[in-house]
């Protein structure tokens, strides 16, 4: 009897490590057009083969559309929450969030189940990523929402957010300077690259709408996908009609 007890207790055992060692594959994604294992175990923070043995897949082969199993914990959306108050929650980039759930506008509702890429409370992995893009100060917060107000406050709020991103990724570029205030008032063969410096409407304040936007682009979210310029989609600019169109959002046109 005693030895069945012993027997009994080391395969209670080894079920649990068993169990323990094996990922855990909580939330549900849903593959888009130019995915690929890779990029999707980048975005959970596990490795393609996970992916491809948890989904008995038989190749690497995907396609949009197609359902995965990945490693995350998940989010139950209430009343009143928000991509950017989600993602400040649980220390993760709204850029992060967005892309664990293929979800790049700000539509929501309570009862919507969210991924929460590189968090597993299972596994223990975090991966918090709480810093913003780009170092700024309240001055440079205040700027920013001053651009976004000046030039799309009667726009969508992916518009607006797409705006800010512009001058972080400008930040990021090569060929701008390198900080939000020097960005904003750049003057280019004596022109200014922004209309509000150049009228003086820079210095209105901003409203609640342009600082929340601007604050969810200094944390990661890029509506413009990448873009250096933005424009009305009135003006008849060939220049700026002769780059390549990264978004457009409301009336307003994005390039590189």
Known sequence: MKKFKSLKTLLSALTLCAIL?????????TVVSGDSLYKIGKVFNTSANDILATNNLKGAS?????????????????????????????GITLYDLRKAN??????IYPGQVLNLPKINSNTGSTEP??????NYTEADLDLLARLVTAEAQNQP???????????LNRIKSSQFPNTISSVIYEKSYGYYQFTPVANGWI???S????????KEALYGSDPSKGALFYFDDSTTNKWLWSKPITARIGNMVFVK
Do not use: E, R
Request: one cysteine or more; proline letters at 7%; hydrophobic letters at 35%.
């Open 62 to 90: 995907i396609y949009p559309g197609q359902v995965l199993k990945v490693p995350c914990d998940t989010y139950t959306i209430k009343s009143g929450d928000s991509l950017y108050l989600i993602a400040k929650k649980y």
């Open 207 to 214: 409203n609640a709408t342009a600082k929340k936007a601007a």
């Open 129 to 134: 990523t709480t810093k913003p893009i780009v």
């Open 21 to 29: 060692s094996t990922p855990a594959f909580a939330g549900d994604y």
């Open 203 to 205: 210095n209105k304040p």
């Open 157 to 167: 709020y992916s518009a607006q957010v797409g705006v800010a991103a512009v001058v």
């Open 102 to 107: 293929n979800k790049w506008d700000n539509n």
